[in-house]
């Protein structure tokens, strides 16, 4: 592989109101291992060394992964690769919350021993980033804060945060911390790119003015992004294809939605015109929101993690690129939020934190 140019290495941000810098393209590793399930594109432990390998080699330091990614195989293979590296150059995220060879939920039983394997897995002393990888109805959300916090008191973890929530549930997630004098939660990881924009609405709202970072998965809509896909013929290949195999009607779906294509049509004019590939502009466009400091990507192959990770440093999509992206992809805007943003246009202080959307202004 070619040597990557100072110019063009990832840069770095805070995670949220937290003192950690993290690069703003973060490795998702849920290709990372083969739990049987046949999707394409899955790595063995060698070819996932080397896409680490490739990774740092562009300036990258912050890697994602699950206790469930491919059964405990993802965290597996990071671990084996950690064992060769300096630990303290790396932020490692893992998550817990679903159903596992030693339970599911956010009880402070599982939270305890699924940190404990993860950690095995991992093999390393910590985990820099633990998150709650999506809401539990079964255990009160105090004994989950509180085992977060207990960890990070006793070492094991450094920062918690939280993924795939809605509004209300991160809001309280923030006020019981605060009330309880808990560690606080630093970020928030949540499906987002420019064909879902919905946790605008409110998760993102609530980061926004509390101060959490935004860590966007899926931001290509697993590929549809990079403009593999096209409307007239069905994918066979990469997830979509996976998919499209294994239930039809997903793909109908996309191919039947105009503002789907629309997105895909300025995407692409925009990426021909600025010599850049349509994923580099779809990750740009996210990577210039100003709650996102890392968007994670996933990559099955060296030249996608290339190709992906061109779209860190050394470029920027212009006022008037962001725009046409930002006008073409909004989602019809319900009620009450309309309502409450058309009739707060003229009520906008500077000394107040602002919506994070501003499409209707």
């Known amino acids: ?114 940190i404990q394997r993860s950690l095995e897995r991992l093999q390393t002393d910590y985990v820099d980033l633990y998150q709650m990888h999506l809401w539990d109805d079964g255990t009160p959300i105090e004994e989950t804060l509180r085992t977060f916090d207990d960890l990070v008191r006793c070492g094991k973890v450094r920062y918690v945060g939280a993924s795939n929530v809605v509004g209300w549930q991160l809001q309280k997630i923030v006020c019981t911390s605060e009330k309880l004098g808990l560690n606080p939660f630093v970020s928030l990881q949540q499906q987002y790119s420019l064909v879902c924009r919905e946790t605008e609405f409110e998760p993102l709202q609530v980061c926004k003015t509390e101060g959490l970072g935004v860590l966007p998965w899926s931001p290509l809509k697993g590929g549809l992004l990079s403009g593999k896909y096209t409307r007239e013929s069905p994918p066979t290949t990469g997830r979509h294809g996976w998919r499209r195999q294994n239930d039809a009607g997903s793909w109908n779906t996309v191919q039947e939605d105009n503002q789907i294509w629309a997105i895909m049509d300025a995407v692409r004019d925009i990426a021909n015109t600025r010599g850049k590939s349509m994923a580099e502009v779809s990750l740009r466009w996210l990577l210039q929101k100003d709650v996102v400091p890392s968007v994670i990507i996933g990559a099955t192959s060296l030249e996608q993690l290339d190709d992906n990770l061109g779209a860190s440093s050394g470029w920027t999509l212009s006022s008037e690129e962001m725009t046409r992206l930002d006008e073409v992809s909004q989602p019809r805007v319900p009620y009450p939020y309309e309502m409450i943003w058309r009739s707060n246009k003229s009520r906008r202080n500077p000394f107040q934190s602002s919506y994070f959307v501003s499409n209707t202004d």
């Open 1 to 114: 592989m070619t040597a990557v140019p100072e110019e063009s290495k990832l840069s770095y941000n805070f995670l949220g109101k937290s003192g950690l810098k993290v690069a703003n393209i973060c490795l998702g590793t849920m290709t990372f291992g083969d739990s049987g399930a046949k999707r394409p594109g899955q790595a063995t432990e060698e070819y996932s060394h080397q896409v680490l390998d490739r990774y740092v080699q562009w300036g990258g330091n912050f890697l994602d992964t699950a206790d469930v990614y491919t059964q405990g195989l993802s965290e597996k293979f990071i671990g084996s690769w950690l064992t060769k590296q300096s630990r303290e150059q790396f932020v490692v995220a893992t998550k817990v919350r679903f159903n596992s060879s030693i339970g599911v939920g956010l009880s402070r039983r599982h939270i305890v021993n699924s």
